[in-house]
């Protein structure tokens, strides 16, 4: 018998340890971690450790900043270094659409309380002069965000929580779960029971498997990402020599990815479009699987490569050093599942986060929140678990997740519908408006008889309101 806390958190990433540590701060400190291998060991250890803090919605931009207040706090706090550099991030934007999406979000960051502006084209290449991006209009410039070292975050905020009085278990793998009739939770591991008030799942690649132990079907299937470490740039070197600030994460659309200084190198990370889209451990994270890395898949992203050598020359001279390429999980809507799990007293969804060291501190801290003082300071429920419902079983979890990250660089429009998986779910008057738009002008001709025509749906603004 492992013994009896107030709460378990099973998983040792980024988000697992925010969890302790938001719920030790909080003064619960008879808390523990379950690890089945490391702490870092899932798919924290490989992360860019990227920590870009712009969200066009008003509570995910909040719980942002969160992370980034924490993770500013807990090197004088636990005395352990977290690698944290405060570089900035510069967003271009080639297209008059892209502007206006950065415009209309400035107001948004105000609000949020994170500092945010529209830089002109000879602005930007002052803060990024290696750039050569001649078509650009303009850019958004975030000065406060930047990256971190996700395994020394991740160490960080488990030294606090354990400062605390919370504890770890290391090597412990959680097999399954047992509600006991006085409403507590035996949960069972590799090396014997513990009891428990809360259970807080926080597994990463294995959501799903975990989740399967409760009954519950987890809307979250693994992708796989990939990026690049360069030898030392020349460029990069001379601006170290004098003297000049790191410069800032650099995403431009042109080339979908993000770029940024590593050592006296530069790390490129092209986002994979669906077609070229790799998924992984749709079944179960194979035994094999353990801190491990995928092999390097050029070919997916040989186009992000090419454009972004085009607009950043020195990267496309430069040596390649090391690919980086493991699976991390992905949700419908890129967006983390936190909250209650349904149907389920007293247990906790951390799953299916992207993002995790992005995530790590503010899950931490909303998480704690509501489990310790039963509702949240501010509106959390875009990232609540039961905001899909019945419908997002694998099948549609997989389309919708290939949808997500395969445009996640693409130009997406405020309510604009995304066809992935449709009709999974029908309204009941969808069969009679079905109908009804065939018969509108061009719906016909293009739907065929009896084709749903989603394209057409979207068109006439209907899409939302008919299916999911
Ligand atoms: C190439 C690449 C680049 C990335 N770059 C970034 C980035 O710049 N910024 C960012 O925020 N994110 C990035 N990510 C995503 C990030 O790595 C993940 O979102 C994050 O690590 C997830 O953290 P986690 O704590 O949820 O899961 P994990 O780190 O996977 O941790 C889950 C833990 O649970 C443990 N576990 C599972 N089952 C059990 C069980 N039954 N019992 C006990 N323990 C169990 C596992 O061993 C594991 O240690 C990147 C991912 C990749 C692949």
């Known amino acids: 018998m492992l013994g009896h806390v107030r709460a378990v958190v099973v998983g040792g990433g980024c988000v697992g340890a925010g969890i302790l540590y938001g719920l030790a701060k909080r003064g619960w400190s008879d808390v523990a971690l379950l690890e089945r291998t490391q702490l870092t060991a899932g798919s924290t250890w490989h992360a860019a450790g990227l920590i870009p803090s712009y969200a066009r919605s008003l509570n995910v931009g909040r719980m942002i900043a969160k992370s980034i207040e924490i993770y500013e706090g807990l090197e004088v706090e636990t005395g352990q270094k977290v690698g944290w550099h405060k570089c900035g991030q510069l967003r271009i934007a080639n297209t008059r659409d892209r502007l206006d999406e950065y415009r209309s979000y400035i107001d948004v960051a105000e609000v949020q309380g994170i ?52 504890k770890i278990h290391l090597g412990t793998e959680v097999t399954g779960f047992e509600r006991m009739p006085g409403g507590e939770w035996k949960v069972k591991t590799s090396r014997g029971d513990m009891v428990c008030e809360h259970v807080i799942l926080a597994t990463g690649n294995y959501a799903r498997q975990t989740g399967a132990m409760l009954g519950l079907d987890i809307p979250a299937i693994p992708i796989v990402h990939q990026y690049w470490m360069t030898d030392a740039v020349p460029e990069v070197v001379e601006r170290k020599r004098q003297g000049l600030p790191e410069m800032p994460i650099l995403r431009d659309e042109g080339y979908e990815g993000y770029l940024r200084e590593e050592g006296d ?50 990267l496309g001279r430069a040596g390649i050093k090391r690919n980086v390429r493991g699976p991390f999980q992905m949700t419908a809507d890129e967006l983390p599942l936190m909250g209650p799990a349904w149907g389920l007293q007293n247990v906790w969804l951390a799953e299916g986060v992207p993002g995790g060291i992005l995530w ?109």
Not at 133 to 141: D, P
Not at 291 to 310: C, G, I
């Open 115 to 166: 500092r945010a502006r529209i830089v002109s084209p000879a602005e930007a290449r002052e803060i990024w002069p290696l750039l050569n991006n001649s078509g650009m209009l303009g850019a958004l410039y975030h000065p406060d965000d930047g990256h971190i070292a996700p395994a020394d975050v991740t160490q960080a905020m488990a030294k606090g929580a354990r400062d605390l009085g919370a």
């Open 265 to 314: 190198g530069l790390l490129f990370g092209p986002y994979e479009r669906t077609e070229q889209l790799k998924l992984f451990a749709e079944n179960g994270v194979p035994e094999w699987f353990g801190a491990d890395l995928l092999d390097e898949d050029f070919e997916a992203v040989s186009w992000n490569w090419e454009r972004a050598s085009e607009l950043v020359p020195a």
């Open 360 to 468: 790590g501190g503010a899950i931490g801290h909303y998480l704690s929140e509501r489990i310790v003082e039963g509702g949240n300071s501010i509106d959390t429920a875009e990232l609540d678990p039961r905001r899909f419902g019945d419908h997002a079983n694998k099948n549609w979890t997989r389309e919708k997740v290939r949808e997500a990250w395969g445009t996640h660089a693409v130009q997406h429009y405020p309510g604009q519908d995304m066809p992935a998986a449709r009709p999974q779910k029908t309204a009941p008057s969808y069969d009679r408006l079905r109908l009804h738009w065939q018969h509108l002008p061009g719906c016909a001709a293009e739907a065929g008889p009896g084709t749903p025509d989603r394209d057409a749906v979207h068109r006439h603004g209907w899409g939302e309101r008919l299916c999911l």
